[in-house]
């Protein structure tokens, strides 16, 4: 069983939809959980960060970590054209361990 | 403030050769990661550098090294270059003292052609 797993998609939906994109892990040493977005032909950018269980929300973003079912979730409201890109989910242990392992990325494409 | 800065953008390079790749980090931080991102793998973690020292190593053989100069850029070598380093190598910073996460801030990366 991989560490992580992420439904590699595609996922296309029509603009003002609202996306679900969700990871799960089995390493429950796991405590920083991540979500980047990564358009064609860039690098990854920080999209949301989140410490142990719980939602955070920032704008039209909305992240859940529930540790108990080992299961990440990422929403976006009222999506847009330029919410098209790759989502990769990643999570590290924290503390002395920075390496972040990362799930394969979910390919998101939004309609006008 | 700019960002990591990696060069050269595109490398072609043909099998059994060397590759040299650079990263500068984000001004103010002192650890540097490799990635390497190849067609339906994903990110795949390769070195961690902090403070000049190999920090982590992921599972890769030894013909990838690298090594973090003291003003924190760093380099990763290819040696023996094989068809299958064809990738997207991104490297990415952070502020290791203060990010107990590990936050990262990526590069643009190295696409990696070998032939």
């Known amino acids: 069983q991989k560490e992580v797993e992420q439904d590699p998609g595609p996922l296309s939906v029509p603009e003002g939809a609202i996306v679900s994109l969700n990871c799960t892990y089995s390493n429950s040493a796991f405590q920083y959980f991540m979500w980047y977005r990564q358009y064609s032909r860039k690098g990854p950018e920080l999209l949301m960060y989140?410490?142990?269980?719980g939602n955070k929300e920032d704008g039209r973003f909305t992240a859940q970590v529930d540790k108990s079912s080992k299961y990440i979730s990422l929403f976006i409201r009222d999506s847009q054209p330029s919410d098209s890109a790759t989502y990769l989910c990643a999570m590290s242990r924290g503390g002395s361990n920075y390496k972040l392992t990362f799930g394969k990325g979910t390919l998101l494409t939004v309609n006008p | 403030e700019a960002g990591v800065t990696q060069s050269p953008t595109h490398l072609i390079k043909t099998r059994g050769q060397q590759a040299t790749l650079r990263c500068s980090p984000i001004s103010g931080h002192t650890s540097v990661y490799w990635y390497q991102q190849a067609l339906g793998l994903g990110l795949q973690f390769l070195l961690w550098y902090d403070e000049g020292e190999e920090r982590n190593r992921g599972n890769f053989p030894p013909r990838f090294s690298g090594r973090q100069f003291p003003n924190y850029s760093s380099e990763l070598n290819v040696n023996a270059l094989e068809l299958e380093d064809s990738a997207l190598y991104l490297c990415?910073?952070?502020?290791?003292?203060?990010?107990?996460?590990?936050?990262?801030?990526f590069g643009e990366g190295s696409r990696l052609t070998v032939l």
């Open positions: 989140t410490y142990s269980s």
């Open positions: 990415a910073s952070s502020q290791t003292r203060t990010s107990a996460g590990g936050e990262l801030f």
